[in-house]
């Protein structure tokens, strides 16, 4: 059933409302709560019953398909790497390095860097542990810290190849990857300083806004890692502790850029292309914890491994869940109307930022939202005025920025944030999901002088 543009958006906007309602205010499990809204949503788009649970199914099973072995190995690397000492060790060689007072920003750009060749949620995982470490010694808000490195890493993630929405949409335009990285890049900055500058004032508003369960992981482990001021003496060394952050990292930003050179045929490149595939990297990641110790008592190992496997499959269902809510909304196809609207010719760059944000908003995936938007404003970018070399790059970047806002609870990087951070449904709403509004606000406003400069 085909349902007027304005009632597929007060569907879309009641379910969202009814998914807040539901966590913050009754305490449903987010799993439940998302699950129950999908169904919901459905029926009142009228569609099918077995339609809503294919949508269901399909969302689920994309959202564990594409990062659940991600999350079981990278909360499994996290334990290791606090039961080891490899964050504690980082954690002090940073402090003495940028000092206590900008920690926040460190983090803020740490991620911005990380976050260049690889998926936000990877990023925010591997760095999860060593981000709580320095909460602990500095005593800044656990909140400050993890939507600083949460936004770091998003600021990227929508706007610069090799990440899918920007790359898909560059190769569709003809958009040359190098200047959209260079001009991404510069775009990100504000964005990535907008992210970090509301973490900062809204979260002194929250610091004791952390999540029932998790509040107890996470203030134990500020507690036990900001206790000590020095390396204890079983403790690696920085080099050593470095290794298993570093090399995953390193080798999915290497398959990242090797894939867009021209010797991706090469047998170095499809070595790197092996073992930068996120799951393999970070299993070298828990291979280099385990070799940096002599001795490994075997219960000790047995309960880090379970820790890890279990903390990972409460994450993963409500991940499903969000993939799930967000498909439903997604087959509703409803930005194909918005080619139909009057007057597109005095929007420009505006369209597809306004378009990419609604469709953000209502399914979740930046990823999908710029690829879609830059399908339904591919054959108007005539009519928009934008057709031009400049002008495709730009409204790509428009589209970046609309992709950043608003994360919320259908999108699988705000459930890995709460989850990995100990962050109740409130607080990143708060924080984080307003955080991701001003970021694309920036964002575009960067764009828009762009724009100007070109047109002056």
């Known amino acids: 059933m085909i349902h007027s543009l304005p009632y597929v958006l007060f569907c879309m906007t009641a379910g969202i409302g009814l998914i807040v309602l539901l966590t913050a205010r009754f305490r449903i499990p987010a799993f439940f709560a998302l699950l129950s809204v ?17 949508a269901i199914k399909d969302g689920f099973g994309n959202i564990l398909r594409s990062l659940g072995l991600i999350i079981v190995l990278g909360t499994t690397l996290g334990a290791l790497l606090e039961y080891n000492g490899n964050t504690r060790v980082l954690a002090i060689f940073l402090l003495r390095v940028i000092g206590e007072r900008y920690a926040a920003l460190a983090m803020s750009v740490t991620g911005f860097i990380v976050g260049l060749p690889i998926f936000c949620d990877s990023g925010f995982i591997v760095l999860s542990g060593l981000n709580r470490s320095i909460a602990g010694r500095t005593g800044i808000s656990p909140i400050i810290m993890s939507v600083s490195l949460a936004t770091g890493l998003y600021s990227v993630h929508c706007l610069i190849p090799p990440h899918p929405g ?23 900055v504000p964005a990535m300083l907008a992210g970090h500058a509301w973490a900062r004032y809204a979260g002194r508003k929250f610091s004791n806004a952390i999540a029932g369960e998790g509040s107890a992981q996470v203030k134990g482990s500020i507690q036990e890692q900001g206790s000590g001021e020095e390396k204890r003496s079983g403790d690696p060394s920085f080099f050593v502790a470095f290794l298993p952050i570093g090399v995953p990292i390193a080798l999915i930003a290497m398959r990242s850029f090797i894939s867009l050179g021209k010797a991706a045929g090469s047998f170095p490149a499809q070595l790197l292309d092996f073992l930068g595939e996120p799951v393999i990297a ?48 997604a087959a509703t196809h409803f930005g194909q109307q918005f080619g139909g609207i009057p007057a597109l010719g005095r929007m420009g760059i505006l369209f597809p930022f306004l378009l990419s944000f609604l469709l953000k908003t209502a399914q979740g995936s930046s990823t999908v939202a710029i690829i879609t938007a830059a399908t339904i404003v591919q054959p108007l970018l005539p009519v928009l005025g934008i057709q031009s070399e400049s002008g495709r790059l730009l409204c790509l970047l428009s589209m970046g920025a609309g992709s950043m806002m608003i994360s919320h609870a259908n999108d699988a990087y705000f459930w890995v944030i709460a989850k990995f951070s100990g962050l109740e449904m409130r607080t990143m709403l708060s924080v984080y999901s307003l955080a991701s509004l001003f970021m694309g606000l920036a964002a575009f406003g960067m764009v828009c002088i762009f724009d100007w400069l070109i047109r002056f």
């Open 38 to 54: 999908a169904l919901l949503t459905g029926f009142l788009l009228g569609m099918p019953f077995q339609d809503i649970l294919n």
């Open 166 to 188: 920007a790359a898909a949409a560059a190769g569709l335009y003809g958009v040359d990857f190098g200047k959209l990285i260079l001009a991404g890049m510069l775009v990100a």
């Open 282 to 329: 970070l299993s070298v990641g828990v291979l280099l914890v385990f070799a940096s110790r002599r001795k490994w008592a075997k219960e000790t190992m047995t309960h880090l491994l379970t820790e890890g496997a279990e903390k990972a499959g409460g994450i993963l269902v409500i991940i499903g869940a969000g993939g799930a809510f967000g498909a439903v909304l």
